[in-house]
T-cell receptor, first 112, second 113 residues
Framework: EDKVVQSPLSLVVHEGDTVTLNCSYEVTNFRSLLWYKQEKKAPTFLFMLTSSGIEKKSGRLSSILDKKELFSILNITATQTGDSAIYLCAAVYGGATNKLIFGTGTLLAVQP | DSGVTQTPKHLITATGQRVTLRCSPRSGDLSVYWYQQSLDQGLQFLIQYYNGEERAKGNILERFSAQQFPDLHSELNLSSLELGDSALYFC????????????FGQGTRLTVV
């Protein structure tokens, strides 16, 4: 059965801390992995990772994919209260489609 | 703002009724997706359309149906509603039909009473 598992389920940190969020996957015909940030409603796109070992970076956020070990990590450095959200990872799978299978998310709370 | 527009924002309806959710994709995007998010299930893929044609189906109930119109907007029809259908329904769009990021709308919160 295709699945995406995220860990931890939730974490609480103080502003300035660095956090690492994990995402492991087992999906048929894996194509790529996406990270989203969900605050109040709509998931907001962060990264799309297709190739193994190539880090993608956007400000204080970075992510990397390991296709051999079937996982990805999302790093957030110097966290701010505005980083508080649910972080979702999703695997793109299937043939001529763009189906996303989502993990249940990691709830990050950043305290001042 | 992702550029994906969903209406209505909130919907409250009684069991047994039928509702229609509407989605306008980002300008230029040909692919539209519907997802259901409930507290216990997370985000679940329902269905994908590409340029008016159904491309992929996920965990979509037979009571639910969708279509994508020539102007590329999409509608999700939910009928014979049950309490368990209460959820946040997201529409997303992407420029291509495969291996691409999807951009989500703000969602429609459906409450069935």
């Amino acid at each position: 059965e295709d699945k995406v598992v995220q860990s931890p389920l939730s974490l609480v940190v103080h502003e300035g801390d660095t956090v690492t969020l994990n995402c492991s996957y087992e999906v048929t015909n894996f194509r790529s992995l996406l990270w989203y940030k969900q605050e109040k409603k709509a998931p907001t796109f962060l990264f799309m990772l297709t190739s193994s070992g190539i880090e993608k970076k956007s400000g204080r956020l970075s992510s990397i994919l390991d296709k051999k070990e079937l996982f990805s990590i999302l790093n957030i450095t110097a966290t701010q209260t505005g980083d508080s959200a649910i972080y979702l990872c999703a695997a793109v799978y299937g043939g001529a489609t763009n189906k996303l299978i989502f993990g249940t998310g990691t709830l990050l709370a950043v305290q001042p | 703002d992702s550029g994906v527009t969903q209406t209505p924002k909130h919907l409250i309806t009684a069991t047994g009724q039928r509702v229609t959710l509407r989605c306008s994709p980002r300008s230029g995007d040909l692919s539209v997706y519907w997802y259901q998010q409930s507290l216990d299930q997370g985000l679940q893929f329902l269905i994908q359309y590409y340029n008016g044609e159904e491309r992929a189906k996920g965990n979509i109930l037979e009571r639910f149906s969708a279509q994508q119109f020539p102007d590329l907007h999409s509608e999700l029809n939910l009928s014979s509603l049950e309490l368990g259908d209460s959820a946040l329904y997201f529409c997303a769009s992407s420029p291509r039909d495969r291996n691409t990021e999807a951009f989500f709308g703000q969602g429609t919160r459906l409450t069935v009473v």
